[in-house]
């Protein structure tokens, strides 16, 4: 993969970084690259992954590991994203009360104990807003790093590309894997979304045709580097075979016409 090329491309690409690429969204990428190359993803499979790496942690921080904020402004808003949990009357005790909201939204599931911090603690992190204590503890095993006795470590972008990749090619978050929705049959980037969240409302009307869109600005850049396979060594010619008293006897043999 020419990198020169690929970066100059998405600087070029108004549909992701607004043309502008920061020193720690590139060290994210070159994290992100090495993982991609070492599972073996086609093009359009590293495409997806970018894609989501770049949506997932937010507006304000654009491939560059956060941790889900958590601090909702409106009851609006909470009933927007969590309208199972939500309505206009018990939402207000949760506006500006992250801590108080991670707790009410994810303890008593992902392996969150009830009555812990729990929520506030496993809370999403990471690329992949990877969320709860029994996905953190998966994303340990992955990554060789104990999330769950050090959660803060999903902040390590070299942390944080090992989990997104692994997980969208394992399918751990969902069930649904890359493989689903892009191969060599199909390239899926609306559906693909499944391999993250469900299909909400929200996610099928506005996330979808974001991630499709930037997933599409990946693939060009991908193509403009040659894509995203690692360069292989060069093939040496075989090492000449040194010459013994073995081969120097049968010279001398076939010099005379006698064979060995």
């Known amino acids: 993969m020419n990198k020169q090329d690929f970066y100059a491309a998405l600087r070029s690409d108004k549909r992701v970084f607004g043309t502008s690429i920061g020193t720690n969204q590139v060290a994210t990428m070159e994290h992100l690259i ?11 499979q590293a495409a997806y992954v970018f894609a989501t790496a770049y949506h997932e942690p937010g507006p304000r921080s ?7 904020n958590m601090n909702y402004s409106s009851a609006r808003q909470l009933v927007r994203v969590w309208p199972s949990r939500f ?3 018990n939402a207000a005790a949760f506006v ?3 801590q108080a909201l991670a707790n009410k939204v994810y303890n008593g599931r992902l392996g969150n104990r009830k009555g812990t911090n729990d929520g506030w603690i ?21 990554t060789g790093v104990d999330l769950v006795a050090h959660p803060e470590r999903i902040l390590e972008p070299a942390v944080a590309a090992d989990c997104i990749v692994s997980g969208m090619v394992s399918g751990r978050y969902t069930g649904k894997k890359l493989a689903h929705y892009i191969n060599d049959k199909q390239t899926d980037f609306i559906n693909a979304r499944r391999i993250i969240n469900g299909a909400s409302r929200y996610e099928r009307e506005k996330v979808e045709p974001w991630v499709k869109g930037y997933a599409e600005a990946f693939l060009s850049a991908i193509e403009a580097g040659g894509g995203i396979t690692a360069a292989k060594a060069p093939t040496l010619p075989p090492a000449p075979r040194k010459t013994g008293w073995g081969d120097v006897l049968a010279a001398i043999l076939k010099l005379f016409g006698v064979k060995k």
């Not at 654009?62 to 889900?68: A, H, I, K, L």
């Open 122 to 142: 496993y809370r999403g992190g990471g690329l992949d807003h990877t969320t709860g204590r029994e996905n953190y503890r998966k994303n340990s095993a992955y």
């Open 34 to 44: 090495r993982a991609i190359q070492s599972h073996g993803l086609s093009d359009a």
């Open 96 to 98: 500006n009360a992250p």
């Open 87 to 89: 309505n206009a009357t």
């Open 62 to 68: 654009r491939m560059v590991p956060n941790r889900e």
